[in-house]
């Protein structure tokens, strides 16, 4: 038991044991989100205000009791305790958030299995707009300049890279035990490289099985693809993220805090606007932003006119507003692998990456070198 016999002094006593006290759920300490509001101290009373970033925590009584068990440790003398709450505001709240964010990245470690890995995301603010169809045809891509590719298909639940790979026969299996084990994705070789695939379609027994999980099962679900896949180090890791900025997209962040991330939408103007939440929720959760795809841009007709069913100009606009590279304009067309704009398209991530990592840049070039000049 500390004690301490002025009012001043056992105010600061008090405020460096209450602003030393870890958040239950953000990790960091209440001091450094800026959650203690008020510690004062009177000839027969001590008052503390924390404030919680949402009126109805769960974890109130979880706080308070911390609160209460820390402060028992410093002699009061006396004077009655009283703890009381309040509520962030919005902006104190978003500070507070993306702390606990930086904080959470800076605390991951890369899991063995993917030290080395180039990290590729793709990402869109709505579904419907080709965003799984263009990451595995860029995985495809990559895979015969005899890269190594991993494909992670973060959908949960709506999954859709085993029927892209024509692979919803194959079922994935697992060595070890449940306490200690290790998933086996599927190999497929292309050109002179490989991809290695993980998905919840190759899972379930049946593909229309709808997966009714929420939350924390989500989140669990993708840190096994992360942590416990034989990933076996490739050079690149392809993640089909779901559309949104739900649990999976913030799961991912602070697992995989070095991915880079590869916006798609259409040149529809709603559809760019919804996609600029996902350019928002990138850059507040600390991950690299790629650049822009615009899928379905234009219909090439038979007869040589060019189509725009869908609008123009949405990707440019989402571009240009996050200073960010257009990676491409992809025609609509009933499959898109062998298309020259994706082939483009993926020389332009290639390089897009290298621009932020000089010796892949060189790499990427004299591969691709190598590959036109055969």
Not at 142 to 148: D, H, N, V
């Amino acid at each position: 038991m500390v004690s301490d016999a002025t009012p001043s002094t056992l105010q600061a006593r008090l405020r460096a044991v209450v602003e030393g006290l870890a958040d239950p759920e953000l990790g960091l300490t209440f001091g450094e989100l800026g959650m203690v509001k008020k510690v004062d101290v009177s000839k027969r009373q001590i008052s503390v205000l924390i404030a919680l970033t949402t009126p109805g925590c769960p974890l109130k009584n979880q706080i308070r009791s911390s609160l209460l068990d820390a402060i028992d440790e410093v002699d009061r003398h006396g004077r009655e305790l009283i703890v009381s709450f309040t509520t962030l505001t919005k902006d104190e709240k978003e500070r507070a958030l993306q702390l606990a964010r930086k904080g959470a990245q800076d605390a991951s470690t890369t899991p063995p299995e993917l030290e080395g890995t180039q990290l590729i995301a793709f990402s869109s603010g709505k579904g419907g707009v080709g965003k799984s169809s263009l990451a595995i045809a860029v995985a495809e891509n990559i895979a015969k300049r005899g890269y190594r590719v991993g494909v992670l298909d973060a959908d949960i639940w709506g999954f859709s890279q085993p029927q892209l790979l024509s692979a919803t026969d194959q079922r994935l299996s697992a060595d070890g035990d449940p306490q200690n084990f290790q998933i086996k994705p599927y190999l497929k070789s292309i050109g002179a490289g490989s991809l290695a695939v993980v998905s919840m379609g190759m899972m379930v027994e049946q593909a229309e099985s709808a997966i009714m999980w929420r939350g924390l099962m989500l989140s669990r679900a993708l840190q096994h693809f992360v942590e416990d896949v034989a990933w076996d180090n490739p050079d690149y890791l392809i993640i089909d993220l779901p559309p949104g900025t739900g649990d999976i997209p913030m799961t991912l962040a602070r697992l995989l805090p070095a991915t880079k991330v590869a916006l798609v939408t259409t040149p529809s103007p709603l559809a760019s606007h919804v996609a600029e939440r996902a350019a928002s929720f990138a850059i507040k959760a600390n991950l690299t932003l790629l650049g822009v795809i615009e899928n379905m841009s234009f219909i090439e007709c038979p007869h040589g006119e060019t189509l725009t069913p869908f609008g123009s100009g949405g990707g440019a606009a989402i571009a240009n507003r996050y200073q960010l590279p257009l990676l491409g304009s992809i025609p609509l067309a009933p499959t898109i692998s062998e298309l020259s704009a994706v082939v483009d398209l993926t020389s332009m991530i290639l390089q897009e990456m290298g621009r932020q990592e000089h010796d892949l840049l060189q790499c990427t070039a004299h591969l691709w070198d190598a590959v036109t000049n055969v």
